[in-house]
Nanobody
Framework: QVQVVESGGGLVQPGGSLRLSCAAS????????RSWYRQAPGKEREWVAS???????NYANSVKGRFTISRDNAWNTVYLQMNSLKPEDTAVYYC??????????WGQGTQVTVSL
């Protein structure tokens, strides 16, 4: 069993930065990929970035070059550093942990609002 909790959202001006955190607990040894997703009002949830246990990263084209996903050495926490934020980045951001057995564990989400 894995529990996931994300935090760090808030209000930021266009061009600003935020750092999101995602803390996982439980049977972390079973997790091989951790990802960030986001969902804006009226839109479907979309994948943003992923990081594998060995540190391999992948990004959606919409955030590549602006966002950076990283992990701590214990694989307990992953981060999403968001720079050069745009109003279209406004969404609820969710953290997901995927196990080797293809089980998905989702956090409750944290709101990111990019606005003047």
């Amino acid at each position: 069993q894995v529990q996931v909790v994300e935090s760090g959202g808030g209000l930021v001006q266009p061009g600003g930065s935020l750092r999101l955190s995602c803390a996982a607990s439980g049977t972390i040894f079973s997790i091989n990929v951790r990802s960030w997703y986001r969902q804006a009002p009226g839109k479907e949830r979309e994948w943003v970035a992923s990081i594998s246990r060995d540190g391999t990263t992948n990004y959606a084209n919409s955030v590549k070059g602006r966002f950076t996903i990283s992990r701590d050495n214990a694989w307990n926490t992953v981060y999403l550093q968001m720079n050069s934020l745009k109003p279209e980045d406004t969404a609820v951001y969710y953290c997901k942990a995927k196990s080797y057995r293809f089980d998905d564990y989702w956090g409750q989400g944290t709101q990111v609002t990019v606005s003047l």
